[in-house]
């Protein structure tokens, strides 16, 4: 996978035109659409071929399909991970995320980005920037978290959220562009609602 070497994060380059990516990700799609169509029953099949897929991951990890993303080798997932349905991933740069996560359905984590002005989103050019989500996350359903991110270890990201800076550690933060609500307290060990 040279040519994603190449790719330096938060400089355009080729991301529409360039043969080299237009195979990668071509080679990826027929990947996860081999995983997105097996039976749930092929437990073994669906680990190859998500081993396959990912730069790296340990032996206790879930991807309920369907799963997409770009290239799937800049995606480093930890042990203990959980991610439900129609999880997206737009690798163009590494996304490294922690032990102990867990992805509600319906989330977005985007590298990827384009110029403002049209003449260079034009000519297929675009920038990536990494994200990292720390370890004990939580993300809520329908979380799109935008280029260059990180999320904080032990943090909760509420549902809908659009995660446009960094989030500190141990905090519940929420809303469009996702804020900070509180930090995680004591009390979160015996209540169910993060809003109280």
Excluded at 151 to 162: D, L, Y
Aim: hydrophobic share 35%; glycine share 10%; aromatic share 8%.
């Amino acid at each position: 996978m040279g040519v994603l070497e190449n790719i330096v994060p938060g400089e355009l380059y080729d991301a529409n035109y360039d043969p080299d990516l237009l195979k990668i990700r071509k080679e990826t799609k027929m990947k996860l659409y081999e995983y997105n169509t097996l039976s749930p029953a092929d437990e073994n099949k669906k680990s190859r071929v998500i081993r396959e897929l990912l730069g790296s991951c340990t032996d206790n990890f879930i991807i309920e399909p369907p799963f997409y993303c770009d290239y799937g080798s800049n995606i480093y997932i930890g042990d203990n991970f959980y991610a439900n349905h129609n999880l997206v991933i737009l690798d163009g740069a590494k996304v490294v995320i922690g032990d102990n996560v867990f992805i509600a359905p319906n989330v977005g984590i985007y590298t990827a980005g384009h110029p403002i002005d049209v003449e260079r989103r034009l000519q297929g050019l675009e920038y990536a920037m990494p994200v990292t989500i720390g370890d004990n996350v939580w993300i809520g359903g329908g979380v799109s978290i935008i280029p260059g991110v990180n999320i904080g270890k032990n943090s909760v990201i509420a549902a809908g959220s659009v995660v446009i800076r960094d989030i500190p550690e141990n905090v519940v933060a929420a809303g469009n562009p996702c804020k900070v609500i509180r930090k995680i307290v004591e009390k979160d060990s015996t209540t169910t609602n993060y809003r109280k």
